[in-house]
């Protein structure tokens, strides 16, 4: 293979990851970052003693995380530590109930069945349903390009492949789910994976399923550090391999061709020549941006936005052993909420809450006796700007929502606090419009709708990230990091 000058725009985790894959094949690999830091949306926040991770805080398949790590001597072993959560969340509901979600499938069912209506079977088989899926479905939309789809299924076994038969395409992700449940509360819990792509479970397809197998059959893990440690990590060894970071950087433009390739990129500080160009930038901030002069595809076009959120950080000055790692506050009123954020496109007033805590696991992210708390909620990808009132009507919501819940005035104990809204989350992460994860997947149509790994009119054109497929969220930026290295390959 031809070894290329790569010149990746963006230093996410699928950036640090598609750098490491390229610079071990032997290429001279070029990341530039706008941000001071690598990670994109994996940041983090330092402050009187507290440290928290400010994007995403579930780590599954960490062996994406390995492998990379370990990509040129796959025999040295494990050196990156993480631990599986022998709890991987805990739900809790207005009417009192509380239902914990032990790693292993069979101990959620129980859990399940002793504390809801539910038999455990329907929760044993809904699980080994979604791992079918899973397995039917990873090679062929995860790990591969879509348009090579059908060439991947080809050389699938057919049995393996049976699973999707089952599913509909027309039902709903809640549709889904009320099929398989009786109880409300466990319709409820499994209708929330859809949040995890940033769309709603009462118009996604009933194939996001999947994504409950990842965090239920193959259990959710953390790393001893936190989740920041997985970006530290990544760029140590890309630095090794010898790639090139320039932070404080921006892309602002590429150097067309007549021949429909770049063969540069403009920045503020001099134009940088490159044969490969790939980009871990938001899809619809690089069209609207660094390449502005090229087409716009249909699905940037018409954005069809995922939802974005406020993050409130809390320096609690107390601890609370009511609460786990990863804590769900369930809204009354699921479908309303969605409505809320899809339709009506305005703040909710009975929000479902995150709550993350990861010195429940790092002990020194918190001073002693202290917790530090991630808290928080799903709201539309606005319009205009969020003002300063909506901001502490969402503060109020969630204050009321917890003293509700968990019988607890969280704003006595807060001795820090800093705020992110969809502003600042584009602003710092590229994000448009502070939307988590590019487009949402409200459709049956999504999935082939989202953007390509290659341009099909820029031959050396490359698009990697929680933006375009295979989806956001850790593992899918991974392994589409893995795609852009195969279409390289290609050329």
Aim: hydrophobic share 35%; net charge positive.
């Amino acid at each position: 293979m031809k070894q290329n000058k790569i010149t990746i725009i963006g230093s996410g985790i699928s950036g640090i990851a598609a750098a490491i894959r390229l610079a071990a094949k032997g290429h001279k690999v070029l990341v530039l970052e706008q941000n001071k830091v690598a990670g994109g949306k994996i940041g983090q926040i330092k402050h009187d003693g507290f440290r928290f991770d400010t994007g995403p805080s579930l780590f599954t398949l960490p062996k994406l995380v390995d492998d990379l790590l370990n990509i040129d001597n796959p025999h040295k072993g494990h050196y990156f530590n993480y631990k599986k959560l022998e709890n991987t969340c805990r739900y809790f509901y207005e009417d009192g109930t509380i239902i914990n979600a032990p790693s292993e499938a069979s101990e959620f069912a129980d859990e399940v069945a002793a504390k809801t209506t539910e038999p455990k079977d329907n929760v044993k088989e809904y699980l080994i349903s979604a791992k079918k899926l899973y397995n039917a479905t990873a090679d062929i939309f995860i790990f591969n390009p879509l348009n090579r789809a059908f060439e991947t299924a080809k050389r699938i076994a057919p049995s393996a492949l049976r699973p999707l038969l089952k599913i509909n395409p027309l039902r709903t992700m809640h549709g889904e789910n009320s099929r398989w449940f009786k109880s409300d509360h466990v319709i409820q819990l499994f209708d929330r994976y859809a949040t995890y792509n940033g769309s709603s479970p009462y118009l996604a397809p009933s194939v996001l399923k999947v994504i409950s197998h990842l965090e239920h059959n193959t259990g959710a893990y953390f790393p001893e550090k936190g989740m920041y440690n997985i970006v530290e990590m990544l760029y140590q060894k890309a630095i090794g391999l010898g790639v090139e970071f320039r932070f404080g950087t921006e892309a602002t433009g590429l150097i067309i061709n007549n021949n429909n390739t770049i063969s540069g990129i403009k920045t503020k500080k001099g134009d940088i020549k490159t044969d490969i160009v790939v980009s871990d930038i938001d899809v619809n901030t690089f069209y609207r941006h660094t390449g502005r002069e090229l087409t716009k595809p249909r699905a940037v076009k018409k954005s069809s936005l995922s939802s974005s959120a406020i993050i409130f950080y809390w320096g609690m000055e107390r601890t609370f052993p009511e609460l786990d790692i990863h804590n769900i506050l369930f809204s009354k009123d699921y479908k309303g909420e969605f409505d809320a954020i899809f339709h009506k496109r305005e703040l909710f007033p009975d929000p479902t809450v995150y709550i993350f805590i990861s010195s429940k696991v790092v002990k020194t992210d918190a001073p002693e006796g202290c917790e530090n708390w991630f808290v928080m909620i799903n709201v539309p990808s606005p319009e205009n700007k969020f003002r300063k009132e909506h901001i502490n009507t969402a503060r109020q919501n969630v204050i009321e929502k917890i003293q509700k819940v968990l019988n607890i005035n969280p704003e006595i104990h807060i001795r820090f606090e800093e705020v992110a809204t969809p502003e600042t989350i584009q602003t710092f992460t590229g994000s448009f419009k502070g939307a988590l994860y590019g487009n949402n997947s409200n459709s049956i149509w999504s999935a082939f709708l989202r953007h390509k790994n290659r341009s099909s009119k820029y031959r050396n054109l490359f698009f990697t990230g929680g933006s375009v497929h295979p989806g956001g969220g850790i593992p899918l930026c991974l392994a589409s990091a893995g795609i852009v290295e195969k279409e390289i390959e290609r050329i």
